[in-house]
C-alpha cells in the first residue's frame, strides 16, 4: 500500500514537500513515480526515480521546481515543490513499479493527496 501526504493550500510562490510512505512492502527495489490530475484533465506524469536514485522528469513545466528524492531507511519518496504556480493545483498521486522510470507499467497506487495553490 502506498500513502501520499503533505498536500494542502499554498499560495503561488509558495512550496510544499510530499511524501509517499509504503507498508507491506518495501520501497527499495522500485521505481517510484508521481503524476498528477487536475479538474478536467487527464493524469500526467511528473517525477520519477528509479530504485539506483536517477531522477527522470516527465514534465516540462516542472522542470527547475520540483525535485524527487527517495529515503530508503524510512521506506519513503519525496516530491519537493517549488515556486509553486496555480496550474499545479491537482491531486498527487504516487505509484511504484518493479520495473525502471521508462518502462514501468506503475503496479501500485496511492490514493492521491489534494494540492491547491491559490491567493
Known amino acids: ?13 509558495g512550496s510544499l514537500r510530499l511524501s509517499c510512505a509504503a507498508s507491506g512492502f518495501t520501497l527499495d527495489y522500485y521505481a517510484i513515480g508521481w503524476f498528477r490530475q487536475a479538474p478536467g484533465k487527464e493524469r500526467e506524469g511528473v517525477l520519477c526515480i528509479s530504485s539506483r536514485g536517477d531522477s527522470l522528469n516527465y514534465a516540462r513545466s516542472v522542470k527547475g521546481r520540483f525535485t524527487i528524492s527517495r529515503d530508503n531507511a524510512k521506506n ?8 509553486l ?22 503496479d501500485y497506487w496511492g490514493q492521491g493527496t489534494q494540492v491547491t495553490v491559490s491567493s
Do not use: F, I
Open 1 to 13: 500500500q502506498l500513502v501520499e501526504s503533505g498536500g494542502g493550500l499554498v499560495q503561488p510562490g
Open 76 to 83: 519513503t519518496v519525496y516530491l519537493q515543490m517549488n515556486s
Open 85 to 106: 504556480k496555480p496550474e499545479d493545483t491537482a491531486v498527487y498521486y504516487c505509484a511504484a513499479d518493479h520495473l525502471n522510470c521508462v518502462q514501468a507499467r506503475w
